[in-house]
């Protein structure tokens, strides 16, 4: 008896810590973190229940974006500073912006910063949100707000979803981990070609 009480703590407790470390990583986030967690495929019998994941990630992905939303400027200042990462901060810059809404009013930048977190597809989520709001340069309490208020809509939806399809998490888990790989392949190739130096015509 205490040896399955040991074996099923360390179950929840190991899901518990993979679970908010898979919430705070960019694009990974909620979207992944609850099925890796309910997974009884990885976990077994310490596999998180759909609240107990999806509160958890909530935690997680909450604490990154603070961190995101408070650091982001100072980092990207620094990069501009620095002549070897000058040109990266143009990009990151390029890219966070290009998913602002066009003519879009000051009263509107944060309900449109709130739903833009609160879609869990990939290219949105806590940390472009936070960005995107750092940019916009909100005070620290609205900006806080915004990502909490947006994340918690995001962690709603997620529980639904996970709720109905809880028989089909595994497979969902699969397709995430396929559609994660097929991304990184993506930006890693988009990268190589746009970055290496083309060769001197003869």
């Known amino acids: 008896m205490f040896e399955f009480l040991i074996a099923n703590w360390f179950g929840y407790l190991g899901a518990f810590f993979v679970v908010l470390i898979t919430s705070m990583m960019p694009v990974l986030e909620m979207h992944a973190a609850v099925p890796l967690g309910m997974s009884t495929a990885l976990w077994g019998n310490g596999a998180m229940s759909v609240l107990g994941a999806t509160l958890t990630a909530f935690l997680g992905s909450c604490i990154s ?18 002549k070897k990462f000058s040109y990266l901060s143009i990009k990151i ?54 990502l909490i208020i947006g994340n918690l809509i995001s962690a709603l939806f997620i529980f639904l979803l996970c709720s109905i399809f809880y028989e089909l998490i595994d497979l969902i888990l699969l397709c995430i981990t396929i559609v994660f790989i097929l991304m990184l392949v993506y930006y890693i190739l ?5 970055n290496f130096p083309k060769q001197n015509k003869i």
């Open 190 to 194: 988009k990268y190589i070609i746009e």
């Open 65 to 82: 974006g603070i961190i995101v939303f408070l650091l982001f400027k100072p980092v990207l200042n620094w990069f501009k500073k620095n």
């Open 93 to 146: 810059k390029q890219n966070i912006l290009s998913k602002n809404k066009k003519n879009i009013t000051e009263k509107k930048k944060f309900w449109w910063c709130v739903g833009f977190i609160a879609l869990p597809i990939p290219f949105t989520g806590i940390w472009t949100g936070a960005m995107l709001i750092s940019l916009y340069n909100f005070k620290i309490f609205k900006g806080i707000l915004c």
